[in-house]
């Protein structure tokens, strides 16, 4: 049920025929080994910053907890300390020096966050607590600061707050960079080596300190086993634009030091040891060179959404995770007209906490840049195992506890989904849309609870979004049939045109077979797409669509003459929508598109689409 994800890094193309979550953000949220291909081992993971890299790996699998603790002798106390503060000195200069490099480079806000650790630097209770190990206990530097950092994170990684949580992370930063430090070839340890052009860190967990070597030169790609994608490394990594995929389970165990990998951030892939051919191919791909968040507008995209005789067409974006809203931004679309929620829910199997997705959804706003937001609650079904929505798989997953069904079965994952969504909208244009609705109760009951988790905000005397839009999804046969009751009842529709063809026509669009057949609107599904355009212009609803075969170029004529005006595009695919578009006159679609509907089977509307396409190249 969740949508698209496109190709954005320039590599060669791949379009998800299907919607559903395993297809497309479990893939992007749970990293699976896959059996080996001609193109290498393929792992996958989250994007927490898109972009596509060829080089090698650099491992990062430093573990403070492997640091043992040994002793010095007494008279070697003084010099441990005196190592220490050098060390520290030596750590504040470079994070001054990285901070004074990026000015400019970065949003003032996330360099600040470098504040911070500059800031342990100076920890009264960090430098006496390391400071006490050694004097007291005459602990070797190393494994003090080991032991203290280990201590911290320990502790707050108990908590409930996301914010301790992240406290800990950026200590256990600042450590490693004072070890670091510590590191001098004549001792017998490995200095910190000059990190190459072609350098794809991989390492346990997403860091800072280990998107720089000592002299502040920046790695091209990061790849973590661990990480969120709220957290300052995360943060930072879009901001540098470094491509970075967390989430990739077994990675370290799946790659050695100095394999030639291809980081296709973008599609939450890295490729290992790929052959000869496919390498060549994402050369040229990264020759190419694809747009980057920073750039201006391409000028492909600057063209006006309308058909070739003029007719307006309103695109906006469909997103499934942050990079896609900041690159539909640098495309100058100016919505993100869906925005699936379900990535923050993939990734772990226990819920998000509220926090987290507060600052989630509030980057998402961020990312936006002041365009309206529509956020599509959480739309999973028990196929998916989140054991907090569905214990156990159920018989039939796409019929069963899915959607706003799901989340109506277990209230309090809807109501924090839903709070969160108020705290994080204050000030922004935000809409909610509910998916997999079958009738006007649903979307009674969502706003009921809305009101209820206004209340407990204001109890509790925090700000929220005061008036929202709320929205349906219409994709199943109930909801087509009751169009009428629900478009009177909400703010908005959105159409799921893969999903309404899946149900009405009972087939399965993961099966190869079947699937082929929906490539092509159904002439039944036509005629709702027109019943649903006449009463969405009745009730003054906007009403937009989504989905594969709703930017299918030999779909996109007939829809337009069904009347749909609205359609919500992945920004990897806008530049190839836009080229059916400019192609369409919309004078000749309306008569084709009700010749298509009145069709009585499927081969006759296949037999009009060939043909019009046909008249159309003559």
Known sequence: MAEERGSGGGAPAHEEESETPEASEQAAATAVPEQPLPGGRVLRGATVSPGLVLGRVHRKDYDLNRTGAERVARDEVDQELNRFRSALDDSRRQLLDLKERLTGRVPEEDARILDTHIAYLRDSVFIADVEELILGEQMRLDAAIAKVVGDFDRIFRLVESETLRQSAVDLRDVGIRVLRNLERPDEGGDAEPRLGSDVVLVAKELSIVDM????????????????????????????????????????????????FVILDATEGLLRVEPDEVVRAQYTCAVEEGPVGIDSAVPEWALRPSRTRDGLEIELAASCGNLPEVEQARAFGLEAIGLYRTELLYLIDKAPPSRESLVQHYSSVIGAAKGAPVTFRLLN?????????????????????LAGIRALLARPAVLRRQLQALLVAGVGANLRIAVPFVTDCGCLRRVREILFE??????????????????????????????????AAESDFLLLNLDSLQQFLLAMDRDDAEQGQQLETVHPFVLRAVKKASEVAEREARPLSVFGVAARRAENLPFLIGAGLRRFCVPPADLRGFLDSLAAIDSRTVVEAALAASRSSCAEETRSLVSDYHHGQRR
């Open 453 to 486: 988790e206004r209340f407990e905000l204001r109890k509790s005397g925090e700000d929220y979004l005061a008036d929202v839009d709320v929205g349906v999804v219409i994709e199943t046969p109930a909801a087509m049939l009751g169009i009428g009751d629900l």
């Open 212 to 259: 720089f070597d000592l002299t502040n030169e920046q790695v091209r790609g990061i790849v973590a086993e661990e990480g969120a994608l709220t957290s300052h490394a995360a943060i930072f990594a879009r901001s540098m634009s470094i491509p970075t995929l967390i989430g990739v389970e077994g990675v370290l165990d799946a790659v050695s030091e100095g394999d």
């Open 380 to 400: 999973v079904d028990s196929s998916v195992g989140l054991p907090y929505l569905h214990p156990e798989k159920e018989r039939n997953p796409s019929l069963g």
